[in-house]
């Protein structure tokens, strides 16, 4: 017992470790993937359409990896996804540094966040499928609750230091940065232990047709998950396009002389200042509130004892109030209310905003994440995963797309309310659900008729 603690304490030190290096390089190349774009191009479609490169394989791979994950080696699909993306990262990196023309450039980011996205279709459904195997599973809540908050810690220093080593070293060496912190992440997986052989499948297209059928079977057979995957879906509908774009076109298109103030408030006296400059700094300004809910989320987590039915609460509580949290934006950025506040005012009611969105979805996400991980037998748990992974990720593009045609909609709180109400009149449906969501997570499995 004291040797099978012993290797599952290890594993959780190795997960952490390369977790927290990887996630680092990652935060300093898509800062300089972003920067060397603004820098290179006119417009901002091709840095777009980079970055929708690694959103396409995880929306057309994913039923696919999650079949491949249950069937073969996780740990090598663990280790060889991070050490593709490692290698992609150095040759980007040469490549920026390279006399090739600015179009043979675009295109090598466009196939390298292609190669991404294939990465990440198998990663991240695979070590969220694996991480019941690896660690102890009465503390799969507090040990993952502190790999988030080490990544957020990371997430916010990163963010804080590739500016920096922009200006000073050029994009070279964050890519590059970025790739060895890839390999040396699969090298420190070498070292994860599972605690049994895992055996080869046999793999034809009419086993992966069979499995793919299951996966989806089972899904829709549970209404727990069935739910919760949805609801996941319609988060990211809603909230990813009102926080990247929505939010901001209120602030610089109808806030008038108010928009201005909070665009001053956030004026840096080192960049000259323009809209776009101080529209730029709130929304880091903003993200960083963002993070900093997230990282408090996974410190209270890690810290205080579990209690099954809190969780359970948490998560099925946490979608109902942002739907309520949104309505309420919805009505204070009117112009019929907003004029009575404030610069510092409307600032504190976004800075509220973010921060409580942040941590209730952060709050969401680990518990929903532990509930699979219990729930779901390991057999099927890639392919759970993968689905998930899937219908998130499916409703990014169009949610932009749904939000991007009704920007124009005017004042845009009406539509930031309604949307609020929508999703908390959808989260009222998996309250009815808490009783049987307690019982899978006491008993281990998924109590949900088949």
């Given at each position: 017992?004291?040797?099978?603690?012993?290797?599952?304490?290890?594993?959780?030190?190795?997960?952490?470790?390369?977790?927290?290096v990887s996630q680092g390089g990652s935060v300093l190349q898509t800062l300089a993937t972003v920067i060397w774009f603004i820098n290179n191009f006119d417009s901002g479609k091709p840095l777009s359409f980079v970055f929708m490169a690694s959103w396409?394989?995880?929306?057309?791979?994913?039923?696919?990896?999650?079949?491949?994950?249950?069937?073969?080696?996780?740990?090598?699909?663990?280790?060889?996804?991070?050490?593709?993306?490692?290698?992609?990262?150095?040759?980007?990196?040469?490549i920026i540094i390279?006399?090739?023309?600015?179009?043979?450039?675009?295109l090598a980011f466009f196939g390298g966040n292609l190669v991404y996205g294939v990465c990440n279709s198998f990663f991240n459904p695979c070590i969220n499928s694996a991480i019941p195997e690896l660690l102890e599973k009465e503390k799969l809540l507090k040990q993952q609750s502190f790999i988030f908050s080490s990544?957020?810690?990371v997430i916010i220093s990163g963010q804080l230091l590739a500016a920096g080593l922009y200006a000073v070293a050029g994009p070279f060496y964050?890519?590059?940065?970025?790739?060895?912190?890839?390999?040396?992440?699969?090298?420190?997986?070498?070292?994860?232990?599972?605690?049994?052989p895992e055996h080869k499948h046999e793999i034809t297209l009419d086993i992966v047709k069979r499995d793919i059928k299951e996966g989806f079977q089972y899904v829709i057979r549970r209404k727990t998950i069935y739910l919760l995957i949805v609801c996941f879906g319609l988060m990211n509908l809603i909230l990813y396009p009102i926080t990247s774009i929505n939010i901001y076109l209120i602030i610089k298109q109808e806030m008038g002389s108010l928009g201005d103030s909070l665009l001053l408030l956030s004026r840096l006296?080192?960049?000259?200042?323009?809209?776009?400059?101080?529209?730029?700094?709130?929304?880091?300004?903003?993200?960083?509130?963002g993070v900093a809910a997230s990282l408090l989320v996974g410190l209270i987590l890690s810290i205080k004892?579990?209690?099954?039915?809190?969780?359970?609460?948490?998560?099925?509580?946490s979608p109902v109030t942002q739907g309520l949290i949104l309505m309420l934006l919805g009505i204070l950025v009117l112009p019929i209310f907003a004029d009575f506040l404030s610069a510092m005012g409307i600032f504190s009611v976004f800075v509220f905003f973010f921060f409580t969105i942040n941590f209730l979805s952060s709050l969401v996400n680990i518990n929903f994440r532990v509930f699979i991980q219990r729930s779901v037998d390991e057999k099927l748990r890639g392919r759970v995963f993968s689905i998930l992974s899937l219908f998130c990720t499916a409703m990014i593009p169009v949610g932009l797309s749904i939000f991007g045609l009704l920007s124009?909609?005017?004042?845009?709180?009406?539509?930031?309310?309604?949307?609020?109400?929508?999703?908390?009149?959808?989260?009222?449906?998996?309250?009815?659900?808490?009783?049987?969501?307690?019982?899978?997570?006491?008993?281990?499995v998924s109590s949900d008729p088949t």
């Open positions: 017992m004291n040797i099978h603690r012993h290797v599952k304490d290890k594993n959780f030190i190795l997960l952490w470790f390369g977790d927290s396409i394989p995880v929306i057309f791979i994913s039923p696919f990896a999650g079949v491949l994950i249950d069937r073969l080696s996780k740990k090598k699909i663990i280790i060889f996804s991070d050490l593709i993306r490692g290698l992609i990262s150095i040759i980007l990196a040469f390279s006399d090739l023309t600015i179009h043979i450039k675009f990544r957020n810690v964050c890519f590059a940065f970025n790739g060895f912190s890839f390999i040396f992440s699969a090298f420190t997986e070498i070292f994860l232990r599972f605690p049994k006296p080192c960049i000259e200042f323009s809209r776009e400059n101080s529209l730029a700094v709130l929304k880091a300004v903003f993200s960083a509130v004892k579990e209690d099954i039915r809190k969780n359970t609460r948490y998560l099925l509580y124009d909609f005017k004042p845009g709180g009406i539509l930031i309310f309604i949307s609020g109400l929508v999703f908390s009149l959808f989260s009222l449906l998996l309250l009815p659900l808490r009783s049987s969501m307690e019982e899978s997570l006491i008993n281990g």
